[in-house]
Nanobody
Framework: EVQLQASGGGLVQAGGSLRLSCAAS????????IGWFRQVPGKEREGVSCISSSDGSTYYADFVKGRFTISSDNAKNTVYLQMNSLKPEDTAVYYCSTVVRGLRRWGQGTLVTVSS
């Protein structure tokens, strides 16, 4: 069974940092890309960043470039999202996700709250 377990959210002041983790199981981690998305109530879920576990290539949405860094530890089947210089507008539930056998799979989400 494909499982994604996101963790690391919390409350932080503007300008602070958090590191999110996404622990994956149930599929061959090295063969897939894993992404982070976020959603604010009443708004659509949006892509934040993505990493290919096979070659390490990355993608960042413009609104996080230079502030967030995605990485993966293939030995631990875990993807990280280091978030620095956080802004109140980064407040959202963050989800990790991957597409396995044609189906998009989601983790349960972790809440990030950035106070001004």
């Amino acid at each position: 069974e494909v499982q994604l377990q996101a963790s690391g959210g919390g409350l932080v002041q503007a300008g602070g940092s958090l590191r999110l983790s996404c622990a994956a199981s149930g599929f061959t981690f090295d063969d897939y890309a894993i992404g982070w998305f976020r959603q604010v109530p009443g708004k659509e879920r949006e892509g934040v960043s993505c990493i290919s576990s096979s070659d390490g290539s990355t993608y960042y949405a413009d609104f996080v470039k230079g502030r967030f860094t995605i990485s993966s530890d293939n030995a631990k089947n875990t993807v990280y999202l280091q978030m620095n210089s956080l802004k109140p507008e980064d407040t959202a539930v963050y989800y990790c996700s991957t597409v396995v056998r044609g189906l998009r799979r989601w983790g349960q989400g972790t809440l990030v709250t950035v106070s001004s």
